[in-house]
């Protein structure tokens, strides 16, 4: 997919609370009036892993399908603390309880613990995407009016693509920050790591902020050969609040030394080496499916299994490679998408 994407501000920008956008209505629906669905998302628009999951629900819910939607930002990159997370799903389940939808369609781990959860066990059906808790984590776990799509990251082909271009890579460096989504993240690259022969657990950190970071990856090429960036994105500056994760990203390619790779398009836009990407857009075309199963075909939630998306998308940075030395193979060129420099180069 081409980084344009995440330019293209078709839902939110500028939006501070929660907006009514509606899809024209269709004669093929026979129903006498559109279905109301919620979605709130953990984090924010523009953004091409919140816009894209949205965009794939759509797709999956079916262009026959007439819905109304309000769509709410619970920003939590910005609003980080527990106390601004607890009133951002204050401010949606107001929404949620005046307008009641038809459909709640939570995605990510902050909009189903500040959110979801709220509603489990009533009326209202629930579909998730972009979970990386397990659904227990959550309480979801027999819920008849739950359903949704988990999260789970392609650890082992990620670090294969990295071998691929750094053969040397044995010793791994994962670091994240204090996000509650991380912990299972984190257990799950663990239990992965018997089908990597020869790979170690060099160090596994999490960080509260910047400086940590910086001083952790700092000192990583003394005991590692490559680095895993998982959540970026609630690391404190010197003045409490949290830096851009664009410029954490920026701040890493830069002084980073080490071949390195998350699992978000995003993240190699800005800098990583290389990754087999999470599909924002499978994650909420899924979704979209469940959705439609429940609206128009009368399934329970809870008939319906939730289950991770399996299609991961290769992407190398090249301008990464070329500041590591690394000479990318032409088959590899081939078989992944390639990004030719910096995003932080083309925007603000």
Not at 95 to 123: C, G, M, T
Not at 127 to 140: I, L, Q
């Amino acid at each position: 997919m081409n980084p344009v994407f995440d330019r293209r501000r078709v839902l939110l920008a500028g939006m501070a609370g929660a907006v009514v956008l509606t899809v024209p209505p269709s004669a093929a629906q026979g129903r006498g009036g559109p279905h109301r669905i919620m979605h709130v998302m953990s984090f924010d628009s523009p953004w091409r892993w919140t816009d894209g999951q949205f965009a794939g629900f759509k797709e999956g819910l079916g262009p026959d399908v007439q819905a109304e939607y309000k769509v709410f930002q619970m920003d939590v990159k910005r609003n980080g603390s527990r106390d601004a997370k607890e009133q951002k799903g204050r401010e949606a389940r107001a929404i949620i309880d005046a307008w009641k939808p038809d459909l709640l369609y939570a995605s990510d781990d902050d909009a189903q613990e500040f959110v979801a959860r709220h509603y489990l066990n009533q009326k209202m059906p629930i579909v998730f995407s972009g979970v990386n808790k397990e659904p227990r984590e959550h309480a979801f776990e027999g819920v008849p009016n739950v359903t949704g799509v988990l999260e789970q990251e392609h650890f082992v082909e990620s670090v294969k693509l990295l071998q691929s271009l750094a053969p040397q890579v044995r010793r791994l460096a994962v670091i994240s920050d204090s996000g509650i989504q991380w912990p299972p993240v984190i257990a799950r690259i663990r239990a992965a790591m018997d089908r990597l022969p020869g790979v170690t657990l060099a160090a596994v950190d999490q960080v509260k902020t910047f400086d940590e970071f910086k001083e952790k990856l700092a000192g990583y090429p003394a005991v590692a050969d490559a680095v895993v960036q998982l959540g970026i994105f609630n690391l404190a500056g010197r003045d409490g609040r949290n830096v851009r994760y664009q410029e954490v990203q920026k701040w890493a390619a830069i002084n980073g030394s080490l071949p390195d790779t998350s699992f978000w398009i995003d993240r190699v836009h800005f800098g990583v080496l290389a990754s087999v990407t999470i599909s924002e857009r499978e994650q909420g075309l899924a979704a979209g499916r469940l959705a439609r199963a429940i609206l128009l075909e009368g399934r329970t939630p809870g008939s319906l299994p939730m289950r991770p998306t399996v299609k991961g998308h290769p992407a190398i940075n090249l301008a990464r490679a070329k500041q590591l030395g690394i000479n990318v193979k032409s088959s590899l060129l081939l078989s992944t998408e390639v990004v030719t420099g910096y995003e932080w180069e083309h925007t603000p």
